[in-house]
C-alpha cells in the first residue's frame, strides 16, 4: 500500500481550511466489511473494487483478518498485495462483536473492572495498530465500551484515558491515527464526551474522531451536516448509513431521515480525505446488494452537493464570495445518551 497515512495533516483525513476552499478533494467512499460477513475476504475486496469503491473499512474478525489467528504478519502481507492489487484504500476497524470472548458482545471492554480484560483489548489495539501500518491504513478505529454495572462514572473515564494511553503512544510510533468513535449507549456517546477524553489525556495529535453519521441522527443535539463541521478539524475516519432521530438502527441509505447532499456538502467542505465508509452490519445476509445500491446512492447525493456549492460559489452582486466569508472555528457541541448498542 502507499502507506498515505503518514503523510501529515493530509494523510489523517484533513487539510487546512485554505486549502480546501482551493482544491475540494473529491469524497472517497468505502464499504464495512462487516456488512460483508458471509463472504471471503478476497471475494469481498474483488466485489467492491468491481462496483467502483475507493477502499474497504476492514474489521478484524474471524471471518476476514483474524488477529488472534496464527501466522497474522504473513496473512497481513497476503491482504496488503490484494489490496494494492485492486487498488483499495484500507482503514482498520475494531468493532467486531465476539473476536474476543465468544460470550460477551463487544467484551471484554477498555473499561472492564478486571485489569487483565482490559489488557486482551489493548492488545487487540496495539495489534490492529501494526495491522494498519502494514496495510498502509489512514487510521484505526475503536470505541470507549459500555460502562460496567456498579462502576461510578469518573472511575470509567480513568480507566478509558489510562488503556488508550499505550495505545495512542503505539499509534504515534506508526504515525497512523487512534481515531475513536462516539457510539450510542458507551461511556464515550457523543461528540461533547470525545472532547472531554480528548481534554483528559492533554488533545494527543494521535487521537483522532471516527464520526458516524447515523449516530449524529440519532443522538446529537445538531443536525448532522452540522456535527460534520464541527468535528471537522478531529475527523480521522467516517462512518455512514441512514438512521432516524432517537432510534439507534442501522438503515440502508435513503431509508431513514438524513439529508445526505446536506451532509456530503459538510464534510468535502471540511477536506477530510479519507474514506468515507458505508456501516451496515446488520444486512449482511444481502451485503454485495446493499454495496451494489449504496455507491451510487452516495455519488448522486455528492453530485447534487457539489451542484449546491457550484451555484453558491457563483458571484453574485453585493454578496462576497464564500471564500472570503470562511465559517466560525466549530464548536464543541453536547448530548445526552441515549439508544442501544448495534
Not at 468513535?181 to 457523543?190: K, R
Not at 453585493?318 to 472555528?329: F, K, L, M, Q, S
Request: proline share 11%.
Amino acid at each position: 500500500m502507499s502507506g498515505e497515512g503518514r503523510d501529515g495533516r493530509a494523510a489523517h483525513g484533513v487539510v487546512g481550511p485554505a486549502d480546501a476552499e482551493t482544491t475540494r478533494p473529491p469524497l472517497r467512499f468505502g464499504y464495512g466489511t462487516n456488512g460483508l460477513a458471509d463472504l471471503r475476504v478476497d471475494d469481498a475486496l474483488g466485489l467492491l473494487a468491481d462496483l467502483g469503491y475507493d477502499g474497504v473499512g476492514l474489521t478484524l474478525d474471524h471471518m476476514h483478518l483474524d488477529p488472534l489467528a496464527p501466522d497474522l504478519a504473513a496473512r497481513t502481507r497476503r491482504l496488503a498485495h490484494r489490496l494494492d492489487a485492486l487498488g483499495l484504500g484500507v482503514t482498520v476497524e475494531t468493532g467486531a462483536r465476539y473476536v474476543l470472548d465468544p460470550r460477551r458482545k463487544h467484551g471484554p471492554s477498555l473499561l472492564d473492572p478486571e485489569p487483565d480484560d482490559r489488557a486482551r483489548r489493548v492488545d487487540l489495539l496495539l495489534r490492529a495498530v501494526r495491522i494498519a501500518g502494514d496495510l498502509g491504513a489512514h487510521a484505526v478505529h475503536c470505541f470507549s465500551g459500555t460502562m460496567p454495572p456498579g462502576t461510578d462514572p469518573e472511575t470509567a473515564w480513568q480507566r478509558l484515558a489510562d488503556t488508550l494511553t499505550p495505545v495512542l503512544e503505539a499509534a504515534a510510533t506508526a504515525g497512523i491515527p487512534l481515531a475513536i468513535e462516539p457510539e450510542p449507549g458507551h461511556l464515550l456517546a457523543t461528540l461533547a464526551d470525545f472532547h472531554r477524553l480528548r481534554r483528559t489525556l492533554g488533545d494527543p495529535a494521535f487521537l483522532g474522531l471516527t464520526l458516524d453519521i447515523g449516530h449524529c441522527q440519532c443522538l446529537e443535539p445538531l443536525p448532522p451536516a452540522d456535527c460534520v463541521r464541527a468535528a471537522g478539524p478531529w475527523l480521522r475516519h467516517v462512518q455512514i448509513e441512514d438512521m432516524r432521530r432517537g432510534v439507534h438502527e442501522h438503515l440502508p441509505l435513503g431509508a431513514g431521515e438524513i439529508d445526505f447532499p446536506a451532509v456530503l456538502a459538510a464534510l468535502a467542505a471540511t477536506g477530510y480525505r479519507g474514506l468515507t465508509v458505508v456501516e451496515l452490519p446488520r444486512h449482511s445476509h444481502a451485503g454485495p446488494h446493499y454495496a451494489e445500491l449504496s455507491l451510487p446512492f452516495l455519488r448522486r447525493a455528492a453530485a447534487s452537493a457539489e451542484a449546491a456549492y457550484d451555484r453558491s460559489a457563483a458571484p453574485h452582486p453585493g454578496r462576497p464570495h464564500p471564500a472570503a466569508n470562511p465559517h466560525p472555528a466549530p464548536g464543541e457541541p453536547s448530548a445526552t445518551p441515549e439508544g442501544s448498542t448495534p
